[in-house]
């Protein structure tokens, strides 16, 4: 079956812009995350949905960043004002459930360049 | 508070010979376990998890890992190593019982398998 995906895979935006990174889970994966991995940071949590709420967004690093989930499916990701500190790759992932034992699956990312 | 420590940034390995790739946790009750593999340009990419009983885990693509409560660790392993298997790899832990729901990872090992 069809994995994570993520839209765009490269963005590439100038410091100030307001960028919105798209997830599309696993059919039926209730739970999903997104993290943000950098060259130095290693990968970092961001936040996290349970369904169409998200109970966990204590990794959003300022105010800039928000993120929505509709329908229990689709989430975005938002960064407004980006700076370049922003350049990262953006991961998404989902699990069935909330399950802690539950395995996370992985989209491909998108690598975002803010000059 | 749930910790990975993955000691060696770079491993390198003779093509056909064993390897191991360290990862050690810290959490305050029981771990869940996971190892993850990224290819250049990719996402995550799941190879096992250990959840709970038998400390050898058999994962994907001939890998093993195994789980050592007394030295907090849970290794990677593969007998025979392939040049395919070159790549970035990634431990991973998530504590229960606990709240949180999203892995705590390692800083990563690249693996480089020589011809």
């Known amino acids: 079956g069809a994995g994570v995906s993520q839209s765009p895979s490269n963005k590439v935006t100038e410091k100030g812009k307001d960028v919105e990174l798209r997830c599309d889970p696993i059919?039926?994966?209730?739970?999903l995350y997104w993290y943000r991995q950098s060259l130095g940071q290693g990968l970092e949590f961001l936040i996290y949905?349970?369904?169409?709420?998200?109970?966990?967004k204590s990794g959003l690093p300022s105010d800039r960043f928000s993120a929505e989930r509709t329908g229990g499916s689709v989430s975005t990701l938002t960064i407004q004002r980006t700076q370049q500190e922003d350049s990262a790759v953006y991961l998404c992932?989902?699990?069935?459930?909330?399950?802690?034992?539950?395995?996370?699956?992985f989209g491909p990312g998108t690598r975002l360049l803010v000059l | 508070a749930q910790s990975v420590a993955q000691p060696e940034d770079q491993v390198n390995v003779a093509e056909g010979n064993p390897l191991t790739v360290k990862c050690t946790y810290s959490?305050?009750?029981?771990?869940?376990l996971f190892w993850y593999v990224q290819y250049p340009n990719r996402g995550l990419q799941f190879l096992l998890k250990?959840?709970?009983?038998?400390?050898l885990v058999k994962g994907s693509y001939g890998f093993e890992a195994e789980f050592n409560k007394s030295q907090t660790s849970f290794h990677l392993k593969k007998p025979s190593a392939l040049v395919s298997d070159s790549a970035l790899y990634f431990c991973?832990?998530?504590?229960?019982?606990?709240?949180?729901?999203?892995?705590?990872f390692g800083s990563g090992t690249q693996l480089t398998v020589l011809p």
């Open positions: 059919s039926g994966h209730t739970a």
């Open positions: 992932a989902s699990s069935p459930g909330p399950v802690s034992q539950e395995t996370q699956y």
């Open positions: 949905f349970q369904g169409n709420s998200a109970p966990d």
């Open positions: 959490v305050s009750g029981n771990p869940y």
């Open positions: 250990y959840i709970t009983g038998d400390n």
């Open positions: 991973a832990v998530r504590e229960t019982p606990g709240s949180a729901r999203q892995l705590t």
